[in-house]
Structure formats: structure tokens, C-alpha cells
């Protein structure tokens, strides 16, 4: 496996919130030099809904010698306004790219529910109940024809300006084709729903000929989480949306046990990169003594801490930083330190 990545959010507005209020270039850089050198990664994909957030974590990114994955995230867009988007994205990607960074365009993630128009309703919030409901084979018919021909309309639009390889996060809904892409992107996460079929769905996708790519996958910080996974979020709130399910257990070793399980396939199939979802949520903050404990329905590998957290420098792993690693934060060091040394290796004669 040759690109050993984490997903790394700048901020985005889903479900009514800011998945990243704040936003300091010094954090930004000190998290990507943890990314770089202490958890072995190679590549990261800059992911967020402002153009001018993406340009400086991908630019910290490249300093740091990672791969950038330049990944804008229009959510609830329409067709019409993603467009002039994504073509702008491409050309700031592009300048990062002639600056000497290696550089991969995303061009969108999960349109089908993220983007507006294609599945019913006018947010994520009501569009994501679709899928439970009665109507989900009506609403899903013809999704994959309409995905196609606007991802079509993105790719003429960016490769004049965009010298670099473009690709696209897909779900298994978006039904993808990938013959304008260079690289196979794929959001993979497994559940009780795939599981069983989950190595012969990601075989399938390197009969296309091209590198397959896993631009996201992980699982919530629950008990039981990674038989969800990428609902186990959905799964951890009440129909609010808002409020924590009180019958949750937090269990940080379920997000290594469904590490520990994938990674090997990974590998073994012979996956170009992995970019594990993902390294900090802006909105999860974990209380251990009193609170919702919100960190239980994220995916990071790092637990955000309450600003009068109480916890002395000493006994910090990172005392500057508003968070402290998980166990998968761990996990995923040795993975990638493992990795790369067997990357680095001689070959034997």
C-alpha cells in the first residue's frame, strides 16, 4: 500500500453546525506535523467547504512533505453552483501543484447525498431518512445516470486548468463511472449490512484498470459502532439529531478491532491508499465525568477535550494541542510506521 493517509476536516456546514469553528494556522500546521511525523502518514486529504481553509492546510500539508488530496466539499449545492466551484478549486489546486506539491484532485464526495437534487429533500438532514424509508428503491432509480452526467460536466471543467490526477469520493448509490478518472475513489466503510460481501466489493472495483483509493473509512468510538459503520454516527443520536443516546457504552478499542480487521484486506488486495476517517471532529467533545461524552459518535482518532479540561501538562500526550490521541490514533501509528519501513526495505535478491 503505498499512500498511507487520514482524512483532515477544515471545516464544513452539515446537519446545521460547523464541523470546525475554529480555525488557526498554527494549529493547522503543529497537527500536520503530528500527521507527517508521528503517525507515519505519506498523504492526507484536505477536506472542507472553503476554498481559501483547503489552501492553507494543503499548503502546510505540502511543507510537510504528504501528498495532498485536495478534496472541496459543496454541501447542499445544486448542480449549477457546484460547478464554477469545483472549476475554482482546480485552479487553486493547480498553483499548489506548480509550487512543487503533489497534488490529487477530489472533485466532490457523495453527491448523491450531500449535493442537492438528487436524492428527496432540500438538506442532508431530511434527505439521510430516505434511505430507511419505504421509498428508497423510487427515490434511488436513475441517481447513477444523473451522478454520471454531471461528474462528466466537472471533469471537462477541470482538467484545462488541473494538470494532476482527479478522482472522486463515491458511495455504492452514486454507481460511479469511472473512465474520466484517473484513480478509483472509494468511501468504504463496513457494516453488518456489507460485511459479509465487503472483500469481493472492493475487489470488483480494480476491474476498472486504474488505482483503487479508500478516501474514507473508520468507525465510531462506541460499543458495538463498527457494525454501523458509516451510520454509526446516525445510529449514536436520538431522531434529534442532536442528543446523545443514554445507553451508549464508550469502548475506544472497537475503533482498533475494525482497524486491525481492514487494514490486512487492504493490503492484501492491493488498495493504493487508505485515508482513515478521520484525525479530529470539531463538534465531538469527549466528558468523561459528566455531560454528553459526544466524542462517542465521532470517527477521529483523537478525542477533542472541554477548554476547562482540568488535565495537567504532565500527564498530556500533546499539552499544546485541545486534544489528546485515542487508542486507533495509536493503532494507526503502528500500522503506518510498519508500513513504511516495509516500503523502505531492499528488495531481496
Known sequence: MRGRGIHYDTGM???????????DPRVVEREIRVISEDLHCNAIRVIGDDPDRIDVAARCAAAAGLQVWYSPFPCEMTDEQMLPYFADCAE?????RLDGA??????????????????????????????AGPDRESALQGIPDRVNAFLGEVVDAVRPVFGGPVTYASNPLDGVDWSPFDIVGLDAFRGL??????????RREFAHGKPVAVLEVGCCTFRGAGDYGGAGWY????????TLKSDLVRDEGEQVRYMDDLMPVFEEEGVDAVFWFSFTDGR???RPDGGPDLDMASYSIVKLLDEDHGIPASSRSYPDMRWEPKEAFHALAGHYK????????????
Do not use: Q, W
Not at 13 to 23: A, D, N, Q, T
Not at 103 to 127: Q, W
Not at 235 to 242: F, I, Q
Not at 338 to 349: D, F, G, H, V
Open 13 to 23: 456546514h452539515v446537519l446545521g453546525k460547523h464541523s470546525r469553528p475554529s480555525f
Open 92 to 96: 487553486r489546486a493547480e498553483r499548489l
Open 102 to 131: 503533489d497534488v490529487i484532485l477530489v472533485t466532490g464526495c457523495e453527491l448523491s447525498l450531500f449535493a442537492r437534487g438528487y436524492l428527496p429533500g432540500d438538506t442532508f438532514a431530511a434527505r439521510i431518512p430516505v434511505l
Open 193 to 202: 449490512r456489507n460485511a459479509a460481501t465487503y472483500r469481493d466489493d472492493l
Open 235 to 242: 445510529v449514536a443520536m436520538e431522531p434529534d439529531g442532536v
Open 284 to 286: 465531538a467533545t469527549h
Open 338 to 349: 510498519t508500513l513504511a519501513a516495509s516500503s523502505a526495505a531492499p528488495a531481496a535478491k
